[in-house]
Structure formats: structure tokens, C-alpha cells
């Protein structure tokens, strides 16, 4: 069987739908090639003016490419329709008799294609993947039936997958339903009284693991570099302390973390970092910070300036119900359970985005009959 060399234009038509149905579901696209909901403000926004995503319709974004050492790139799955921003570009297979839209997906979950992306990106600040110079990558492809077997591969560890993350949305509705109760039982109480504010610097630049505190409401890897040898400044996480950052401007959420990890960490030193009491368990308070109410109230309460914040003082004064420790500790049992299927989850998508390369090599070698 021969291998198929193409471009990448001759296989994809840009398709440029826009909003005029309603729809106020507004995504973006990660550096994880996933969909996203959007964590910006679209309060006021005119909707009619963004682009609609329909199911096996994909998603590009050339910006910071290079930066990122990654091509921006989603193929949605989903049969109803959402939105992006009029500054992706929504595109289509049209050459389906050459390839099929999820081994196409499948050829960018590799990290060598991502540096073949900022290898293309020019030389800007932004370090773009300009359209033009995407649809001039060439790319080889086997027999369509060949693609399927492979496409059959991807698809069953996906819906494992899928499968298993079914089951976050089930332990998430418990911790949500355990809430609720426990408002209608026990008298709010102020944070005050159960909160300690630590602010303990990393002066002997001893530890190095740094960390950012995401919108996902979980530590992470910092986007930005970071001279690992100069963190003196830097704020100390210990292990079951919790880490958030005061304006609330830009993403409209109170971003915290909590360190659930056995190592301790750094943050930057805007953030706040505090303990909790031996009456609070710190995984249950994290249960009312996961909520999006708990988003509405701190952005209520944020100062009003060029950047919102929301700071200790206000934290402080936040009311919580607070049970006996023992009954804090069992709800927090369930949240840990979430948080750990969660990893997994994660976890379970990195594998099945580190073996597509795998499938890919596979599809080549068979279809050249070296295999």
C-alpha cells in the first residue's frame, strides 16, 4: 500500500459560521488541544459576532505557537453546537475520501508535530503560526481503511476514558448534595476564627518546585519562565495549605489551590498562602471554594479598581457552616476520593495523547508494509 504525501490545505475548508442562533455557550482551546469553557467575561458581549463550532468541525489558533511550542488545535465531538472567538479560525475536512477528521486529530496529538509548528511560526513577539503557512505543511497518509483501524484504536480508549470521567460528575453531585445539608443543620460562621495567614518566604531558596495557581482551582505548571534560582521572594505552600490569588478582574473566579501533595511548594509572592485551624479541615473548605457561588460572592466583594481583588480581610469575613470536624473530615473524604479520580482522569488523557504518536508510526509502517 503507498503512502498519500498532501498538504494540509488541500484536505480542509475553512468554514466561518457565525452566532445568529443564541447560543451563549463560549469555549476556548488549551495548550491540551481540549476545549475549554471559557473563564473570561462575556457579560455584554455581542454573541452574533462569534464563530459556531458543530460537531467534527475543528478549531486552530496560530497565536503563540512558538512560545507555547505547541499547535492550538481541537476537533469537537459534542452534538450540541457552542462558540469561540472570532479570532480562531473554524475549518472542516473536505477531502473525507482522503482522510478521516479524527486521524487528522490524531497527527497533531504528538509532540514532535508541535515542534514542527514553532519550527513554521514566524519570528514575532507572539511567535505566530500564520493560516497560510499551517496549510502548507505536508503530511503523509495511509489507505482510509488503514486510518480506520487505527481511528477504532483511539476511539475505544477514549470512550474508557469518557467512561471513567462519567463517574467525577456522580462523586461531584455527593459533595454538592452534602453541602446543601450541611447549610440547612449548622449556624454560618465567620473564617476568621479558622484561618491563618502564613505568608512564610522561601528565604534560603531551598525549595524549587514552583507552582501556579490556575483558574481550574489546582496548582500547575507556570506558563512564564521562572529563574529557579532566585525564588527567595517566593511564598512557602506546605502540604494541606492553600494558596489564592486577590484580583478576580480578568477571570471572574476566585483561583485557589490546595496543596495535596506530600512536597512543599512556591507561589509568587502576590499570592496569599494560609492554614486552617484544627477546626477546619482544609479539603472541606476547599468544597465551598469549588462552587461557582463561592465565584460569585468573592467577585461581588472585590475592590473595585483597574484590577478587582478580592484579599484577606474579605476572605475573612466569608461565613461557612462549620459541623464537627468529624463530619468535615468525612464530606472532605468524598472531595479527596473527586480529587484523586480527577488526577487519574488527567492522567488517562495524557496517555491516550502520548500513545497517539504510537498509532500513528503504526498506521505508516503498515501501510508502507514494513510492519
Not at 449548622?186 to 490556575?214: A, D, H, M, P, W
Request: with cysteine; hydrophobic share 35%.
Amino acid at each position: 500500500m503507498a503512502l498519500t504525501k498532501i498538504k494540509l490545505g488541500k484536505l480542509i475548508s475553512v468554514v466561518d459560521e457565525r452566532n445568529t442562533y443564541g447560543i451563549k455557550d463560549f469555549y476556548g482551546i488549551n495548550i491540551n488541544k481540549e476545549f475549554m469553557p471559557t473563564v473570561a467575561d462575556t457579560e455584554g458581549l455581542n454573541e452574533s459576532n462569534y464563530k459556531v463550532v458543530r460537531k467534527n468541525r475543528f478549531v486552530f489558533s496560530g497565536m503563540q505557537t512558538g512560545r507555547d511550542e505547541c499547535i492550538r488545535i481541537s476537533m469537537y465531538l459534542e452534538e450540541k453546537p457552542i462558540i469561540v472567538s472570532p479570532a480562531y479560525i473554524t475549518f472542516e475536512i473536505k477531502a473525507t475520501d482522503v482522510v478521516l477528521p479524527t486521524y487528522f486529530f490524531m497527527l497533531f496529538l504528538s509532540k514532535e508535530r508541535d515542534r514542527l509548528g514553532w519550527f513554521y511560526s514566524d519570528s514575532s513577539i507572539r511567535s505566530n503560526l500564520d493560516w497560510d503557512r499551517f496549510c502548507d505543511i505536508e503530511i503523509e497518509l495511509p489507505d482510509l481503511p488503514t486510518q480506520q483501524k487505527y481511528v477504532d484504536i483511539y476511539n475505544a480508549m477514549v470512550a474508557n476514558q469518557q467512561s471513567y470521567e462519567r463517574g467525577l460528575d456522580d462523586l461531584k453531585l455527593v459533595c454538592d448534595g452534602f453541602i446543601e445539608d450541611i447549610r440547612k443543620k449548622y449556624e454560618l460562621q465567620k473564617l476568621r476564627e479558622f484561618i491563618i495567614k502564613t505568608g512564610e518566604k522561601n528565604t534560603n531558596n531551598k525549595i524549587k518546585k514552583v507552582k501556579n495557581v490556575s483558574v481550574y482551582k489546582i496548582f500547575n505548571e507556570p506558563t512564564a519562565k521562572v529563574n529557579r534560582n532566585e525564588l527567595r521572594e517566593y511564598k512557602i505552600v506546605r502540604p494541606n495549605e492553600i494558596s489564592f490569588v486577590q484580583t478576580t478582574h480578568n477571570e471572574k473566579v476566585f483561583a485557589f489551590a490546595i496543596n495535596n501533595t506530600d512536597d512543599s511548594v512556591v507561589v509568587t509572592p502576590v499570592n496569599e498562602v494560609f492554614r486552617t485551624t484544627d477546626s477546619l479541615c482544609p479539603y472541606y473548605l476547599s468544597l465551598f471554594f469549588m462552587r461557582k457561588e463561592f465565584d460569585r460572592y468573592a467577585r461581588f466583594h472585590s475592590w473595585g479598581s483597574a484590577r478587582e481583588t478580592f484579599v484577606w480581610e474579605d476572605l475573612c469575613e466569608v461565613k461557612i457552616p462549620i459541623p464537627p470536624i468529624e463530619i468535615q473530615k468525612s464530606i472532605a473524604n468524598v472531595f479527596i476520593a473527586y480529587q484523586k479520580r480527577k488526577a487519574i482522569n488527567e492522567k488517562l488523557k495524557a496517555q491516550i495523547k502520548n500513545i497517539c504518536p504510537i498509532l500513528i508510526r503504526g498506521s505508516l509502517e503498515e501501510a508502507r508494509g514494513t510492519k
